[in-house]
């Protein structure tokens, strides 16, 4: 083996990681606010409703995260979960009440919706209050201390505070390539089996640019 | 510098290779039926693998398999409900038929052979199978080319073919193209043998042998018996070697054609329909002087742009950066290509045979979409001249390329092509199809 080619294969195996960091990085950036060290709770109760705002910056908004938490004694009665498009005036997308329960059995909670196709650029309104069926307890969300996210803002009794939900929007164009390969589509194929495919891909490809860049 | 043959078979290889890798990643994330007419050309040769009561039942079966494979839902349609049983319900799917039988009768025989569980299976060892065919593509381009032009301008050349977004779409699509396109490049081998003198007389069987199996393949196959005529025609006014082996030659290919032909006919049953059906393809259905100026830039546009990728039925296209790229490629290499054929009195000729395919392709090409069968200019029609067209670009790219970054080309070259696929599948595939 030549001192040349010694050289290249480490360059190459190197080139190969910041693809696979490049297929790991999604296309589209979608709001999105972690909580991060610097975080609070604030309970869901009679006096006290959540929301925050964002724009969207991909078609297909399906779903919203938000971090949760359950507070002493135990989590009782329903939530309102409801999504606002406020970009002119506020028009009502869809709303469901959550068992107390069911919101806090995860540490994020995922509230689904049918898929909005023209959301790109569009204002939206998620809130977060307690139900008029029956009264909630033991319910709270995780907020930033600051702001975090410079496309919205946290609503707090419909008063904007200097912080942010902690939550993400979902949508198909927020996805890195390799999640989706991961993933797969309807089972035709192995995941394992797309990922060395395109690890031989990056191998043949580096073996080709290796000879034919001796060519002339 | 041509590179040492041990380091050029080693390329080749690695070309080979890599083809075959993208083509596993293309497999696993394009699903089924995403290939132009793919639903028609499957159920007729897995058809033919069945009892004749048994072979319509098969299109409901592929109906099935599209909708379980999301095909309505891609294009954002619903699925026809109740789903029909048979394809002549269904709007943009024809039922075909056999009057060309060369792929359904090898697919057919393929499928005898492998002996598949299901419809599904059936049509993944078709999808091989045209992997195969394009590989064996491939390597015929590179003999042909490395033949005429030499080991440097093969290997840039099946480097392009090798890292083409849509051909690689084409090898992976059921359908009869994958067949025509080895056929095509089988012809272009061939044509480089008789011009570069190796074995004249056996080449230019093997080339009529090999457009006359295009000629059963597709009806756009009928442009590779133009283009084998007009090479021997060529070759031997250039050569002045027109000797009575030589006219025994063409005369024994002639009448093995015209057997062949009149063979097929009674194969097929009924030589009226099968007449009426290769006239079709010649019918003018419009006034040839109806076309204009401005539809001809448009057709010149879709061309270029849908040359290097767009996926689906003609559906999904890869972002404008993207699409500018391409079209600068493509541009850049033929634009080269025209400037190195003028320049260079060595290169001249043998450019001139690549240029002979790629006019005779696009000029039937350009006469098909305007006049006898209307449709979008694909860039699968100009895949039965894929490795002239990869040859070309080859030339005009590195012609275009400024000499202070010719020690750099290479590798530049190779990148750029592997950016464009990368981001084909990232930019187009994967979001439209793994969502």
């Known amino acids: 083996v030549t001192a040349p080619a010694r050289r290249w294969a480490p360059a190459w195996i190197a080139a190969g990681v910041v693809f696979v960091i490049a297929l790991r990085m999604p296309g589209v950036s979608l709001p999105a606010s972690s909580a991060g060290l610097r975080r609070f709770q604030i309970d869901i109760n009679s006096a006290t409703s959540v929301s925050q705002t964002f724009v969207m910056t991909a078609d297909g908004l399906e779903a919203i995260e938000v971090a949760t938490a359950g507070t002493p004694p135990t989590a009782t009665g329903n939530v309102r979960l409801e999504l606002y498009d406020v970009s002119d005036g506020a028009s009502f997308i869809h709303g469901t009440d959550v068992r107390a329960a069911d919101l806090v059995a995860a540490p994020v909670f995922r509230f689904e919706f049918q898929p909005i196709d023209d959301s790109a650029g569009q204002t939206y309104r998620f809130d977060l209050h307690p139900s008029e069926l029956s009264p909630v307890a033991g319910v709270a969300v995780w907020a930033t201390k600051g702001e975090r996210y410079r496309g919205g803002s946290m609503l707090i009794n419909d008063r904007e505070r200097w912080a942010d939900l902690a939550f993400a929007a979902v949508a198909p164009a927020g996805r890195s390539s390799w999640d989706r390969l991961r993933d797969g589509s309807d089972g035709a194929s192995p995941a394992a089996l797309t990922i060395v495919a395109f690890a031989g891909y990056w191998a043949a490809l580096g073996v080709v640019l290796r000879l034919f860049a001796g060519v002339r | ?435």
């Open chain 2, 1 to 435: 510098m041509n590179p040492r043959p041990a380091a050029e078979s080693a390329l080749l290889a690695g070309l080979l290779a890599l083809f075959l890798c993208r083509a596993v990643v293309a497999v696993a994330v394009v699903p089924p039926w995403q290939g132009p007419d793919e639903p028609t050309h499957f159920a007729l040769a897995y058809g033919l693998t069945m009892p004749p009561e048994m072979q319509r039942p098969v299109q409901g079966g592929v109906l099935q398999s599209m909708v379980r494979h999301g095909w309505w839902a891609l294009y954002e349609d619903p699925p026809p409900d109740p789903l029909p049983q048979s394809f002549d319900r269904i709007n943009g799917i024809g039922e075909g038929t056999l009057a060309q039988p060369l792929y359904y009768g090898a697919a057919a025989a393929i499928l005898q052979l492998s002996r598949p569980a299901d419809l599904e299976r059936a049509y993944i060892h078709l999808r091989i199978l045209s992997i195969v065919l394009a590989i064996a593509t491939l390597a015929c381009g590179w003999a042909g080319t490395r033949r005429l032009l030499g080991a440097e301008i093969a290997a840039g050349a099946t480097v392009v073919a090798a890292l083409h977004p849509q051909f690689l779409l084409a090898a992976i699509s059921v359908n009869a193209d994958a067949l025509l396109n080895l056929c095509g490049a089988f012809v272009w081998w061939q044509a480089a043998r008789i011009v570069s003198g190796q074995r004249r007389d056996f080449a230019m069987v093997l080339m009529f042998v090999g457009a006359v199996a295009g000629l059963f393949t597709k009806r756009i196959g009928m442009v590779l018996i133009g283009i084998a005529l007009a090479v021997s025609v060529w070759s031997l006014w250039t050569t002045r070697a027109w000797t009575r082996r030589s006219a025994s030659v063409a005369a024994a290919t002639a009448i093995a054609g015209a057997a062949l032909l009149v063979a097929a006919a009674l194969f097929f049953g009924r030589p009226d329909i099968w007449g009426a059906f290769w006239l079709n393809a010649l019918t003018v259905r419009r006034p040839i002087e109806s076309a204009t100026l401005q539809e001809g830039f448009r057709f010149l546009r879709m061309t270029v742009d849908y040359f290097w990728l767009i996926g689906g039925w003609l559906r999904f296209q890869p972002p404008e950066a993207w699409i500018w790229i391409a079209r600068a490629v493509i541009l850049c290499g033929f634009g080269g290509a025209i400037v190195v054929t003028i320049e260079s009195r060595a290169d001249r000729r043998l450019l001139g045979l690549a240029w002979l395919f790629v006019g005779v392709q696009v000029a039937a090409m350009l006469y098909g979409v305007f006049w006898t069968i209307p449709s979008a200019p694909q860039a699968r029609y100009l895949f039965p001249v894929f490795a002239p067209i990869t040859a070309l670009l080859y030339v005009g790219l590195r012609r275009g390329s400024p000499a202070a970054f010719r020690p750099y080309w290479p590798a530049a070259f190779v990148l750029l092509l592997a950016a464009l696929d990368v981001t084909g599948f990232t930019t187009v595939h994967i979001p439209t199809y793994l969502r």
